[in-house]
Protein backbone atom coordinates (compact mmCIF):
# COMPACT_ATOMS: atom_id res chain seq x y z
CA UNK A 1 0.00 0.00 0.00
CA UNK A 2 2.49 2.58 0.93
CA UNK A 3 4.89 1.64 -1.85
CA UNK A 4 2.45 2.21 -4.32
CA UNK A 5 1.71 5.05 -2.83
CA UNK A 6 5.36 6.00 -3.16
CA UNK A 7 5.24 5.24 -7.16
CA UNK A 8 2.53 7.25 -7.87
CA UNK A 9 4.96 10.20 -6.48
CA UNK A 10 6.83 9.10 -9.97
CA UNK A 11 4.25 9.36 -11.92
CA UNK A 12 4.21 13.61 -12.81
CA UNK A 13 7.57 12.91 -14.20
CA UNK A 14 6.96 9.76 -15.92
CA UNK A 15 4.43 11.40 -17.75
CA UNK A 16 6.81 14.27 -18.66
CA UNK A 17 9.60 11.36 -19.37
CA UNK A 18 6.68 9.34 -21.71
CA UNK A 19 5.67 12.97 -23.34
CA UNK A 20 8.81 15.01 -24.02
CA UNK A 21 12.02 11.90 -24.12
CA UNK A 22 9.94 8.73 -25.43
CA UNK A 23 7.76 9.84 -27.50
CA UNK A 24 10.10 12.43 -29.62
CA UNK A 25 12.83 9.52 -29.55
CA UNK A 26 9.48 7.26 -31.45
CA UNK A 27 9.02 9.76 -33.66
CA UNK A 28 12.42 10.84 -34.45
CA UNK A 29 13.00 6.89 -35.21
CA UNK A 30 9.71 6.82 -37.53
CA UNK A 31 10.48 9.72 -39.58
CA UNK A 32 14.13 8.43 -39.80
CA UNK A 33 13.67 5.00 -41.40
CA UNK A 34 10.54 6.43 -43.85
CA UNK A 35 10.20 8.50 -47.05
CA UNK A 36 7.92 11.70 -46.94
CA UNK A 37 5.37 9.34 -48.55
CA UNK A 38 5.74 6.86 -45.41
CA UNK A 39 7.33 4.20 -46.79
CA UNK A 40 10.26 1.79 -45.11
CA UNK A 41 13.87 3.54 -46.33
CA UNK A 42 17.53 3.19 -45.35
CA UNK A 43 18.50 6.37 -47.38
CA UNK A 44 17.87 9.10 -44.45
CA UNK A 45 20.41 7.02 -42.31
CA UNK A 46 22.63 6.10 -44.97
CA UNK A 47 23.00 10.05 -46.41
CA UNK A 48 25.43 10.61 -43.91
CA UNK A 49 27.73 9.16 -46.23
CA UNK A 50 27.12 12.50 -48.32
CA UNK A 51 30.24 14.22 -48.25
CA UNK A 52 28.93 17.46 -47.33
CA UNK A 53 27.64 15.13 -44.30
CA UNK A 54 30.50 13.61 -43.34
CA UNK A 55 32.81 16.62 -43.41
CA UNK A 56 30.63 18.08 -41.08
CA UNK A 57 30.25 15.50 -39.14
CA UNK A 58 34.08 15.16 -39.10
CA UNK A 59 34.41 18.74 -37.95
CA UNK A 60 32.37 17.78 -35.11
CA UNK A 61 34.16 15.41 -33.82
CA UNK A 62 37.53 17.45 -34.59
CA UNK A 63 36.22 20.85 -32.52
CA UNK A 64 34.52 18.31 -30.09
CA UNK A 65 37.95 16.76 -29.11
CA UNK A 66 39.90 19.65 -29.18
CA UNK A 67 37.42 21.22 -26.58
CA UNK A 68 37.12 18.56 -24.57
CA UNK A 69 41.04 18.42 -24.60
CA UNK A 70 41.29 21.96 -23.97
CA UNK A 71 38.86 21.82 -20.82
CA UNK A 72 40.36 18.58 -19.53
CA UNK A 73 44.07 20.97 -19.65
CA UNK A 74 42.57 23.91 -18.39
CA UNK A 75 40.51 22.22 -15.07
CA UNK A 76 42.79 19.15 -13.96
CA UNK A 77 45.64 21.33 -12.30
CA UNK A 78 43.05 24.14 -11.62
CA UNK A 79 40.87 21.33 -9.66
CA UNK A 80 44.25 20.32 -7.83
CA UNK A 81 45.29 23.39 -7.19
CA UNK A 82 41.30 24.55 -5.58
CA UNK A 83 41.47 21.13 -3.54
CA UNK A 84 44.52 22.41 -2.00
CA UNK A 85 43.27 25.73 -0.77
CA UNK A 86 41.71 26.66 2.66
CA UNK A 87 38.21 25.43 2.45
CA UNK A 88 36.76 28.49 3.06
CA UNK A 89 38.63 29.96 -0.57
CA UNK A 90 37.46 26.41 -1.77
CA UNK A 91 33.36 27.81 -1.70
CA UNK A 92 34.19 30.75 -2.90
CA UNK A 93 36.01 30.18 -6.21
CA UNK A 94 34.03 27.20 -7.28
CA UNK A 95 31.61 29.63 -7.10
CA UNK A 96 33.00 32.20 -9.21
CA UNK A 97 33.35 29.17 -11.85
CA UNK A 98 29.51 28.71 -11.59
CA UNK A 99 29.00 32.14 -11.48
CA UNK A 100 28.98 32.38 -15.52
CA UNK A 101 26.37 29.24 -15.67
CA UNK A 102 23.50 31.62 -13.83
CA UNK A 103 23.43 33.45 -17.42
CA UNK A 104 21.92 32.25 -20.09
CA UNK A 105 23.32 30.00 -22.31
CA UNK A 106 22.56 32.23 -25.97
CA UNK A 107 23.22 35.72 -24.21
CA UNK A 108 26.70 34.25 -23.40
CA UNK A 109 27.19 33.21 -26.82
CA UNK A 110 26.20 36.22 -28.08
CA UNK A 111 28.80 38.56 -25.74
CA UNK A 112 31.65 36.67 -27.23
CA UNK A 113 30.47 37.67 -30.83
CA UNK A 114 30.39 41.33 -29.40
CA UNK A 115 34.14 40.86 -27.64
CA UNK A 116 35.22 39.30 -30.57
CA UNK A 117 34.05 41.09 -33.63
CA UNK A 118 36.37 43.55 -35.36
CA UNK A 119 35.52 47.00 -34.08
CA UNK A 120 34.57 44.82 -30.95
CA UNK A 121 36.00 45.40 -27.39
CA UNK A 122 39.02 42.84 -27.43
CA UNK A 123 39.73 44.39 -30.59
CA UNK A 124 39.49 48.02 -29.98
CA UNK A 125 41.85 47.53 -27.15
CA UNK A 126 44.21 45.94 -28.70
CA UNK A 127 44.18 48.39 -31.29
CA UNK A 128 44.73 51.34 -28.49
CA UNK A 129 47.33 49.28 -27.02
CA UNK A 130 49.30 49.65 -30.77
CA UNK A 131 48.99 45.66 -30.84
CA UNK A 132 47.99 43.81 -33.92
CA UNK A 133 44.50 42.93 -34.22
CA UNK A 134 42.63 39.36 -33.70
CA UNK A 135 40.34 38.28 -36.68
CA UNK A 136 39.24 34.81 -35.17
CA UNK A 137 34.99 35.71 -35.69
CA UNK A 138 33.50 33.10 -37.96
CA UNK A 139 36.69 30.78 -37.84
CA UNK A 140 36.51 27.54 -35.80
CA UNK A 141 39.00 28.93 -33.64
CA UNK A 142 36.41 31.60 -31.94
CA UNK A 143 33.70 27.82 -31.98
CA UNK A 144 35.93 26.30 -29.65
CA UNK A 145 36.87 28.90 -27.71
CA UNK A 146 33.55 29.45 -26.90
CA UNK A 147 32.58 26.24 -26.40
CA UNK A 148 35.74 25.56 -23.91
CA UNK A 149 34.10 28.71 -22.35
CA UNK A 150 30.62 27.64 -21.80
CA UNK A 151 31.61 23.83 -20.95
CA UNK A 152 34.56 24.30 -18.46
CA UNK A 153 32.56 24.12 -15.57
CA UNK A 154 31.18 20.95 -16.22
CA UNK A 155 34.84 19.39 -16.31
CA UNK A 156 35.78 21.14 -13.46
CA UNK A 157 33.01 20.38 -11.29
CA UNK A 158 33.21 16.86 -11.25
CA UNK A 159 36.86 16.61 -11.72
CA UNK A 160 37.28 18.67 -8.11
CA UNK A 161 34.32 16.40 -6.47
CA UNK A 162 36.21 13.59 -7.06
CA UNK A 163 39.03 14.98 -5.81
CA UNK A 164 37.88 16.57 -2.85
CA UNK A 165 36.53 13.41 -1.86
CA UNK A 166 39.74 11.26 -1.92
CA UNK A 167 41.01 11.18 1.95
CA UNK A 168 44.09 12.78 3.25
CA UNK A 169 45.15 9.97 5.06
CA UNK A 170 45.17 8.28 1.64
CA UNK A 171 47.79 10.27 0.54
CA UNK A 172 49.45 10.03 3.72
CA UNK A 173 49.32 6.11 3.48
CA UNK A 174 50.73 6.46 0.21
CA UNK A 175 54.11 8.94 1.49
CA UNK A 176 54.52 6.73 4.52
CA UNK A 177 55.06 3.48 2.33
CA UNK A 178 57.64 5.43 0.78
CA UNK A 179 56.14 7.42 -2.39
CA UNK A 180 57.35 10.35 -3.83
CA UNK A 181 54.76 13.38 -5.18
CA UNK A 182 55.44 11.89 -8.79
CA UNK A 183 54.04 8.46 -7.55
CA UNK A 184 51.01 9.74 -5.74
CA UNK A 185 50.14 11.74 -8.34
CA UNK A 186 50.45 8.83 -10.99
CA UNK A 187 48.91 5.83 -9.18
CA UNK A 188 46.66 7.24 -6.66
CA UNK A 189 45.39 10.73 -7.55
CA UNK A 190 44.82 10.11 -11.14
CA UNK A 191 43.58 6.68 -11.14
CA UNK A 192 40.86 8.12 -8.10
CA UNK A 193 39.57 11.01 -10.35
CA UNK A 194 38.91 8.92 -13.24
CA UNK A 195 35.26 8.81 -12.41
CA UNK A 196 35.40 12.52 -12.28
CA UNK A 197 37.73 12.61 -15.46
CA UNK A 198 35.11 10.51 -17.03
CA UNK A 199 31.98 12.51 -16.82
CA UNK A 200 33.59 15.35 -17.32
CA UNK A 201 34.86 14.56 -20.39
CA UNK A 202 31.13 13.25 -21.24
CA UNK A 203 29.53 16.22 -20.54
CA UNK A 204 31.58 18.80 -22.43
CA UNK A 205 32.19 16.50 -25.38
CA UNK A 206 28.55 15.27 -25.84
CA UNK A 207 27.11 18.84 -26.14
CA UNK A 208 30.14 19.90 -28.09
CA UNK A 209 29.60 17.20 -30.24
CA UNK A 210 25.96 17.93 -30.79
CA UNK A 211 25.67 21.73 -30.40
CA UNK A 212 24.68 24.36 -33.28
CA UNK A 213 24.14 27.41 -31.55
CA UNK A 214 27.88 28.08 -31.04
CA UNK A 215 28.56 27.64 -34.60
CA UNK A 216 25.79 29.17 -35.83
CA UNK A 217 26.20 32.61 -34.00
CA UNK A 218 30.30 32.66 -33.72
CA UNK A 219 30.88 30.45 -37.12
CA UNK A 220 28.73 33.02 -39.25
CA UNK A 221 27.71 30.21 -41.56
CA UNK A 222 31.02 29.20 -42.45
CA UNK A 223 31.50 26.57 -39.68
CA UNK A 224 29.17 23.46 -40.43
CA UNK A 225 28.88 20.93 -37.37
CA UNK A 226 26.16 18.34 -37.98
CA UNK A 227 24.14 20.09 -35.44
CA UNK A 228 23.67 23.25 -38.00
CA UNK A 229 22.84 20.40 -40.83
CA UNK A 230 20.48 18.81 -39.13
CA UNK A 231 18.70 22.21 -37.53
CA UNK A 232 18.86 23.45 -41.25
CA UNK A 233 17.31 20.05 -42.62
CA UNK A 234 14.78 20.98 -39.92
CA UNK A 235 13.98 24.34 -40.28
CA UNK A 236 15.19 25.32 -44.18
CA UNK A 237 14.23 22.63 -46.04
CA UNK A 238 11.62 21.24 -44.07
CA UNK A 239 13.18 17.68 -44.77
CA UNK A 240 12.01 16.23 -41.07
CA UNK A 241 13.22 12.47 -42.74
CA UNK A 242 16.27 14.12 -43.12
CA UNK A 243 17.07 15.82 -40.18
CA UNK A 244 15.79 12.67 -38.16
CA UNK A 245 17.86 10.52 -39.90
CA UNK A 246 21.04 12.38 -38.98
CA UNK A 247 19.87 12.91 -35.56
CA UNK A 248 19.45 9.16 -35.58
CA UNK A 249 23.12 8.82 -36.42
CA UNK A 250 24.20 11.50 -34.46
CA UNK A 251 22.59 9.68 -31.44
CA UNK A 252 24.48 6.68 -32.32
CA UNK A 253 28.10 7.89 -32.38
CA UNK A 254 26.97 9.90 -28.50
CA UNK A 255 26.39 6.34 -26.83
CA UNK A 256 28.85 4.81 -28.61
CA UNK A 257 31.89 7.24 -27.18
CA UNK A 258 29.95 7.25 -24.00
CA UNK A 259 30.17 3.35 -23.91
CA UNK A 260 33.63 3.50 -24.55
CA UNK A 261 34.66 6.54 -21.89
CA UNK A 262 32.24 3.68 -19.13
CA UNK A 263 34.22 1.02 -20.61
CA UNK A 264 37.76 2.58 -20.44
CA UNK A 265 36.65 4.01 -16.63
CA UNK A 266 36.21 0.38 -15.14
CA UNK A 267 39.38 -0.85 -17.37
CA UNK A 268 41.10 2.60 -14.90
CA UNK A 269 39.82 1.52 -12.36
CA UNK A 270 40.94 -2.37 -12.30
CA UNK A 271 44.18 -2.32 -13.66
CA UNK A 272 46.41 0.90 -11.92
CA UNK A 273 50.28 -1.30 -12.21
CA UNK B 1 67.51 -3.69 28.24
CA UNK B 2 67.41 -2.96 24.87
CA UNK B 3 68.87 0.17 23.20
CA UNK B 4 67.05 3.76 22.80
CA UNK B 5 65.63 2.97 18.99
CA UNK B 6 63.83 6.81 19.07
CA UNK B 7 64.53 9.97 20.92
CA UNK B 8 62.25 12.82 21.29
CA UNK B 9 63.89 15.41 22.21
CA UNK B 10 62.27 19.04 23.23
CA UNK B 11 59.29 18.59 21.12
CA UNK B 12 56.98 21.16 20.80
CA UNK B 13 53.97 22.01 18.87
CA UNK B 14 51.36 24.28 18.20
CA UNK B 15 48.19 24.69 15.90
CA UNK B 16 47.04 28.24 15.08
CA UNK B 17 48.80 29.04 18.04
CA UNK B 18 47.28 26.68 20.59
CA UNK B 19 49.90 24.70 22.32
CA UNK B 20 49.34 21.00 21.63
CA UNK B 21 53.02 19.60 22.46
CA UNK B 22 55.14 21.27 24.99
CA UNK B 23 59.01 20.30 25.62
CA UNK B 24 58.22 16.38 25.43
CA UNK B 25 60.70 14.47 25.97
CA UNK B 26 60.80 10.50 25.69
CA UNK B 27 62.41 7.49 24.21
CA UNK B 28 61.52 4.17 22.77
CA UNK B 29 63.73 0.93 22.82
CA UNK B 30 63.88 -1.31 20.68
CA UNK B 31 61.49 -4.10 20.24
CA UNK B 32 59.27 -1.92 22.59
CA UNK B 33 55.16 -2.44 22.64
CA UNK B 34 54.82 1.52 23.85
CA UNK B 35 52.01 3.00 23.69
CA UNK B 36 50.62 6.30 24.22
CA UNK B 37 47.66 6.70 26.24
CA UNK B 38 45.33 9.93 26.55
CA UNK B 39 42.47 11.56 26.74
CA UNK B 40 41.75 13.46 23.14
CA UNK B 41 43.58 16.40 22.31
CA UNK B 42 46.10 15.17 24.36
CA UNK B 43 48.62 15.44 22.30
CA UNK B 44 49.27 11.72 21.49
CA UNK B 45 48.38 11.29 17.86
CA UNK B 46 50.36 14.79 17.30
CA UNK B 47 53.53 13.25 19.00
CA UNK B 48 53.18 10.05 16.37
CA UNK B 49 52.66 12.24 13.47
CA UNK B 50 55.80 13.66 14.84
CA UNK B 51 57.46 10.53 14.40
CA UNK B 52 55.40 9.66 11.47
CA UNK B 53 57.12 12.53 10.02
CA UNK B 54 53.46 13.87 8.93
CA UNK B 55 54.11 17.20 10.91
CA UNK B 56 57.32 18.86 11.76
CA UNK B 57 57.95 19.78 15.20
CA UNK B 58 58.08 23.62 16.03
CA UNK B 59 61.13 22.81 18.13
CA UNK B 60 62.96 20.05 19.18
CA UNK B 61 64.59 17.02 17.63
CA UNK B 62 63.97 13.22 16.58
CA UNK B 63 66.89 11.00 17.11
CA UNK B 64 66.08 7.35 15.26
CA UNK B 65 68.68 4.71 15.44
CA UNK B 66 71.09 7.62 15.97
CA UNK B 67 70.39 9.74 13.27
CA UNK B 68 68.77 13.03 13.36
CA UNK B 69 65.22 12.45 11.09
CA UNK B 70 63.50 15.70 12.39
CA UNK B 71 63.49 16.97 8.87
CA UNK B 72 63.05 13.57 6.86
CA UNK B 73 59.54 13.26 5.14
CA UNK B 74 57.65 10.11 5.54
CA UNK B 75 58.69 8.21 2.22
CA UNK B 76 62.34 8.53 3.09
CA UNK B 77 61.67 6.96 7.00
CA UNK B 78 62.08 3.47 7.94
CA UNK B 79 58.67 3.31 9.87
CA UNK B 80 55.46 2.36 8.64
CA UNK B 81 51.65 3.78 10.33
CA UNK B 82 48.46 2.00 10.26
CA UNK B 83 46.29 4.70 10.22
CA UNK B 84 42.84 4.90 12.54
CA UNK B 85 40.68 4.16 8.96
CA UNK B 86 43.00 1.83 7.49
CA UNK B 87 43.27 4.39 4.30
CA UNK B 88 43.08 1.44 1.92
CA UNK B 89 43.88 2.06 -1.56
CA UNK B 90 40.34 1.70 -2.53
CA UNK B 91 41.42 2.15 -6.59
CA UNK B 92 43.69 -0.88 -6.00
CA UNK B 93 43.24 -5.26 -4.70
CA UNK B 94 44.59 -6.40 -1.62
CA UNK B 95 47.55 -8.05 -3.30
CA UNK B 96 48.09 -4.65 -4.83
CA UNK B 97 47.58 -2.62 -1.44
CA UNK B 98 50.32 -5.11 0.40
CA UNK B 99 52.86 -4.80 -2.61
CA UNK B 100 52.35 -0.82 -3.19
CA UNK B 101 55.35 0.31 -1.23
CA UNK B 102 57.40 -2.86 -2.54
CA UNK B 103 57.03 -1.18 -5.73
CA UNK B 104 58.27 1.36 -4.95
CA UNK B 105 61.40 -0.39 -4.09
CA UNK B 106 61.76 -1.78 -7.19
CA UNK B 107 61.38 -5.25 -5.79
CA UNK B 108 61.59 -8.57 -8.02
CA UNK B 109 58.19 -9.97 -8.89
CA UNK B 110 58.89 -13.23 -6.83
CA UNK B 111 60.07 -11.24 -4.07
CA UNK B 112 57.02 -9.73 -3.68
CA UNK B 113 54.56 -12.40 -4.57
CA UNK B 114 56.35 -13.90 -1.03
CA UNK B 115 55.74 -11.03 0.74
CA UNK B 116 52.35 -11.01 -0.06
CA UNK B 117 51.49 -14.60 0.97
CA UNK B 118 53.84 -13.75 4.29
CA UNK B 119 52.16 -11.14 4.70
CA UNK B 120 48.77 -12.37 3.95
CA UNK B 121 49.70 -15.60 6.39
CA UNK B 122 50.63 -13.64 9.12
CA UNK B 123 47.33 -11.84 9.37
CA UNK B 124 45.92 -14.70 9.14
CA UNK B 125 43.59 -14.09 5.75
CA UNK B 126 45.56 -16.46 3.36
CA UNK B 127 43.96 -16.19 -0.39
CA UNK B 128 42.88 -12.54 -0.18
CA UNK B 129 45.66 -11.58 -2.77
CA UNK B 130 42.38 -11.09 -5.42
CA UNK B 131 39.47 -9.56 -3.00
CA UNK B 132 38.01 -6.07 -3.33
CA UNK B 133 38.78 -3.76 -0.35
CA UNK B 134 35.20 -3.06 -0.60
CA UNK B 135 34.20 -6.77 0.26
CA UNK B 136 36.46 -7.31 3.84
CA UNK B 137 34.39 -6.00 7.18
CA UNK B 138 36.54 -3.31 9.17
CA UNK B 139 38.81 -6.10 11.12
CA UNK B 140 39.72 -7.54 8.02
CA UNK B 141 40.60 -4.06 6.00
CA UNK B 142 42.96 -3.36 9.58
CA UNK B 143 44.63 -6.68 9.13
CA UNK B 144 45.19 -5.37 5.28
CA UNK B 145 46.54 -2.41 6.57
CA UNK B 146 48.78 -3.54 8.97
CA UNK B 147 50.21 -6.17 6.17
CA UNK B 148 50.18 -3.50 3.98
CA UNK B 149 52.81 -1.42 6.64
CA UNK B 150 54.71 -4.58 7.58
CA UNK B 151 55.63 -6.24 4.23
CA UNK B 152 57.97 -3.05 4.32
CA UNK B 153 60.21 -4.51 6.98
CA UNK B 154 60.06 -1.34 8.84
CA UNK B 155 61.80 -0.81 12.16
CA UNK B 156 59.38 0.65 13.89
CA UNK B 157 55.68 0.49 13.54
CA UNK B 158 53.60 3.02 14.77
CA UNK B 159 49.38 2.50 15.02
CA UNK B 160 47.53 5.43 15.27
CA UNK B 161 44.10 4.24 17.21
CA UNK B 162 43.97 1.02 14.89
CA UNK B 163 41.02 -0.74 16.68
CA UNK B 164 39.04 2.39 17.15
CA UNK B 165 36.92 1.53 14.21
CA UNK B 166 35.69 -2.03 15.52
CA UNK B 167 33.50 -3.33 17.94
CA UNK B 168 33.65 -4.27 21.12
CA UNK B 169 34.78 -8.15 20.94
CA UNK B 170 36.62 -8.18 17.75
CA UNK B 171 38.88 -5.12 19.00
CA UNK B 172 39.66 -7.92 22.23
CA UNK B 173 40.72 -10.65 19.58
CA UNK B 174 42.70 -8.03 17.49
CA UNK B 175 44.92 -6.80 20.53
CA UNK B 176 45.90 -10.36 21.20
CA UNK B 177 46.93 -10.65 17.46
CA UNK B 178 48.75 -7.46 17.62
CA UNK B 179 50.79 -8.55 20.77
CA UNK B 180 51.81 -12.17 18.58
CA UNK B 181 52.52 -10.12 15.64
CA UNK B 182 54.86 -7.61 17.59
CA UNK B 183 56.24 -11.22 19.03
CA UNK B 184 56.27 -12.51 15.41
CA UNK B 185 58.10 -9.33 14.09
CA UNK B 186 60.11 -8.63 17.02
CA UNK B 187 59.79 -5.18 16.00
CA UNK B 188 59.14 -1.55 17.97
CA UNK B 189 55.40 -1.20 18.11
CA UNK B 190 54.11 2.60 18.77
CA UNK B 191 50.68 2.58 19.63
CA UNK B 192 48.35 5.48 20.12
CA UNK B 193 44.70 5.00 22.45
CA UNK B 194 42.58 6.63 23.81
CA UNK B 195 41.10 3.14 25.71
CA UNK B 196 43.58 2.53 29.25
CA UNK B 197 42.48 -1.54 29.00
CA UNK B 198 44.29 -1.69 25.56
CA UNK B 199 46.95 -0.16 26.48
CA UNK B 200 47.39 -1.99 30.03
CA UNK B 201 46.65 -5.13 28.06
CA UNK B 202 49.43 -5.33 25.23
CA UNK B 203 52.02 -2.58 26.27
CA UNK B 204 55.31 -3.29 27.68
CA UNK B 205 55.65 0.73 28.29
CA UNK B 206 52.45 3.60 28.61
CA UNK B 207 52.97 6.90 28.42
CA UNK B 208 49.97 8.91 29.73
CA UNK B 209 49.47 12.11 28.35
CA UNK B 210 47.34 15.05 28.95
CA UNK B 211 47.00 18.43 27.22
CA UNK B 212 50.70 18.13 25.70
CA UNK B 213 52.20 17.12 28.61
CA UNK B 214 53.79 13.71 30.09
CA UNK B 215 51.84 12.71 33.11
CA UNK B 216 53.60 9.20 33.71
CA UNK B 217 56.08 6.77 31.99
CA UNK B 218 56.23 3.20 33.43
CA UNK B 219 55.27 -0.56 32.99
CA UNK B 220 51.34 -1.36 32.63
CA UNK B 221 51.91 -2.49 36.24
CA UNK B 222 53.43 0.87 37.43
CA UNK B 223 51.06 3.22 36.18
CA UNK B 224 47.93 0.96 37.86
CA UNK B 225 49.40 0.33 41.02
CA UNK B 226 51.14 3.47 41.38
CA UNK B 227 50.06 6.36 39.56
CA UNK B 228 51.50 9.62 40.16
CA UNK B 229 49.05 11.64 39.90
CA UNK B 230 45.11 12.10 40.59
CA UNK B 231 44.80 12.09 36.56
CA UNK B 232 46.52 9.29 35.71
CA UNK B 233 44.62 7.26 38.50
CA UNK B 234 41.45 8.74 37.48
CA UNK B 235 41.96 7.86 33.55
CA UNK B 236 43.80 4.75 33.95
CA UNK B 237 40.60 2.50 35.83
CA UNK B 238 38.34 3.60 37.96
CA UNK B 239 39.02 5.39 41.49
CA UNK B 240 37.95 6.28 44.48
CA UNK B 241 40.30 10.17 44.34
CA UNK B 242 39.76 11.90 48.00
CA UNK B 243 41.27 15.00 49.91
CA UNK B 244 43.55 13.72 52.52
CA UNK B 245 45.93 15.11 55.08
CA UNK B 246 48.86 13.58 56.00
CA UNK B 247 49.18 13.84 59.67
CA UNK B 248 52.59 12.08 59.66
CA UNK B 249 54.54 8.99 58.10
CA UNK B 250 52.19 6.08 57.48
CA UNK B 251 49.50 7.50 59.06
CA UNK B 252 46.09 10.03 56.70
CA UNK B 253 43.31 11.47 57.16
CA UNK B 254 40.65 11.15 55.43
CA UNK B 255 37.37 12.52 55.96
CA UNK B 256 37.75 13.29 59.07
CA UNK B 257 39.24 9.70 59.79
CA UNK B 258 42.51 8.55 60.66
CA UNK B 259 44.15 5.92 58.09
CA UNK B 260 46.88 3.52 58.86
CA UNK B 261 49.07 3.60 55.14
CA UNK B 262 52.47 3.03 53.90
CA UNK B 263 53.77 6.12 52.27
CA UNK B 264 56.42 8.20 54.05
CA UNK B 265 58.27 11.13 53.48
CA UNK B 266 55.41 13.43 52.87
CA UNK B 267 55.86 15.87 56.03
CA UNK B 268 53.86 16.04 58.74
CA UNK B 269 50.16 17.96 57.91
CA UNK B 270 50.40 18.01 54.66
CA UNK B 271 47.40 18.32 52.05
CA UNK B 272 47.69 15.24 49.94
CA UNK B 273 45.63 13.44 46.81
CA UNK B 274 44.24 10.13 48.16
CA UNK B 275 43.06 7.10 45.39
CA UNK B 276 41.53 4.02 47.04
CA UNK B 277 40.73 1.65 43.61
CA UNK B 278 37.36 0.58 43.86
CA UNK B 279 38.69 -3.11 44.29
CA UNK B 280 40.44 -2.37 47.19
CA UNK B 281 37.66 -1.35 49.32
CA UNK B 282 36.10 -3.76 51.44
CA UNK B 283 32.62 -3.64 52.67
CA UNK B 284 32.46 -5.19 56.63
CA UNK B 285 30.04 -4.66 59.41
CA UNK B 286 29.09 -1.24 60.34
CA UNK B 287 30.53 -2.13 63.71
CA UNK B 288 33.92 -3.90 62.18
CA UNK B 289 34.20 -1.14 59.31
CA UNK B 290 36.62 2.85 59.53
CA UNK B 291 34.17 4.64 58.31
CA UNK B 292 29.77 3.83 58.06
CA UNK B 293 27.51 4.20 55.45
CA UNK B 294 24.63 3.48 53.30
CA UNK B 295 24.82 1.83 50.09
CA UNK B 296 22.92 4.30 47.32
CA UNK B 297 23.48 2.34 44.15
CA UNK B 298 23.59 -1.03 42.77
CA UNK B 299 24.74 -1.90 39.27
CA UNK B 300 25.26 -5.81 38.23
CA UNK B 301 28.46 -5.98 36.15
CA UNK B 302 29.14 -9.52 35.90
CA UNK B 303 32.07 -10.19 37.61
CA UNK B 304 31.41 -7.78 40.37
CA UNK B 305 28.66 -5.54 41.53
CA UNK B 306 29.23 -1.86 41.57
CA UNK B 307 28.20 -0.77 44.47
CA UNK B 308 28.06 2.71 45.50
CA UNK B 309 28.23 3.79 49.32
CA UNK B 310 27.57 7.45 50.74
CA UNK B 311 29.63 7.40 53.61
CA UNK B 312 30.84 10.65 55.87
CA UNK B 313 29.39 12.61 52.76
CA UNK B 314 31.74 10.94 50.33
CA UNK B 315 30.24 8.23 47.79
CA UNK B 316 32.44 5.34 47.62
CA UNK B 317 33.05 3.22 44.29
CA UNK B 318 33.17 -0.32 45.82
CA UNK B 319 33.64 -3.37 43.65
CA UNK B 320 32.66 -6.42 45.62
CA UNK B 321 31.47 -9.76 44.75
CA UNK B 322 29.11 -9.81 47.42
CA UNK B 323 25.69 -8.15 46.83
CA UNK B 324 24.60 -5.38 49.50
CA UNK B 325 21.11 -4.71 48.92
CA UNK B 326 20.18 -0.64 48.76
CA UNK B 327 19.83 0.82 51.86
CA UNK B 328 21.90 -1.43 53.95
CA UNK B 329 24.07 0.01 56.26
CA UNK B 330 27.91 -1.04 56.18
CA UNK B 331 31.33 -0.51 57.21
CA UNK B 332 33.85 0.50 54.83
CA UNK B 333 37.09 -0.81 55.68
CA UNK B 334 40.78 -0.04 53.69
CA UNK B 335 43.95 -2.33 53.79
CA UNK B 336 46.80 -0.02 54.33
CA UNK B 337 48.85 -1.57 51.46
CA UNK B 338 45.89 -0.19 49.12
CA UNK B 339 45.92 3.23 49.97
CA UNK B 340 48.01 5.48 47.34
CA UNK B 341 49.26 9.10 48.68
CA UNK B 342 50.35 11.65 46.14
CA UNK B 343 51.41 15.03 46.47
CA UNK B 344 48.63 17.83 45.75
CA UNK B 345 49.74 19.35 42.16
CA UNK B 346 52.07 22.67 42.45
CA UNK B 347 53.65 22.98 39.07
CA UNK B 348 51.98 24.33 35.99
CA UNK B 349 51.67 21.05 33.91
CA UNK B 350 50.75 19.43 36.60
CA UNK B 351 47.85 22.02 36.86
CA UNK B 352 46.48 20.98 33.56
CA UNK B 353 45.99 17.97 34.69
CA UNK B 354 43.74 18.89 38.09
CA UNK B 355 41.91 21.77 36.00
CA UNK B 356 40.82 18.45 33.89
CA UNK B 357 40.01 15.71 36.96
Redesign the interface.
Known amino acids: MCNLKRQLLAGPYVLWMAGFILLPVIMILYYAFTTTGGDFTFLNVSSITFSVHLKALTLSFKLALICTVICLALSYPLAMILNNMKAKSQGFVVFIFILPMWMNFMLRILAWRMLLSNNGVINSLLDTLGLPGIDILNTPTAVVFCMVYDFLPFMILPIYNSMARI ?1 A ?2 I ?9 NL ?1 IFF ?2 IV ?2 TMSGVISGIIMVFVPALTSFAVSDLLGGGKVLLIGNVIEQAFMQEYNWNLGSGLSFVLMIFVIASMALMNSRGEEN ?1 AG ?2 | MSKRLIDLTHISKSFDGQMILDDLNLYIRENEFLTLLGPSGCGKTTTLRIIGGFETPDQGNIIFDGRDITKLPPNQRQLNTVFQKYALFPHMSIAENIAFGLKIRKKSKTYIDDKIKYALNLVNLEGFENRNIDSLSGGQQQRIAIARAIVNEPKVLLLDEPLGALDLKLRQDMQYELIRLKNELGITFVYVTHDQEEALTMSDTIVVMNQGYIQQIGTPQDIYNEPVNAFVADFIGESNILNGLMIKDRLVEILDVKFPCVDEGFGCNTPVDVVIRPEDVELVSPEQGMLEGDVVSLIFKGVHWETEVLANGFEWLVHTTQMHPLGTHVGIQVDPFNIQIMNKPETNDEKAVESHV
Open positions: QDIEAARDLGAGTKIPLGVW
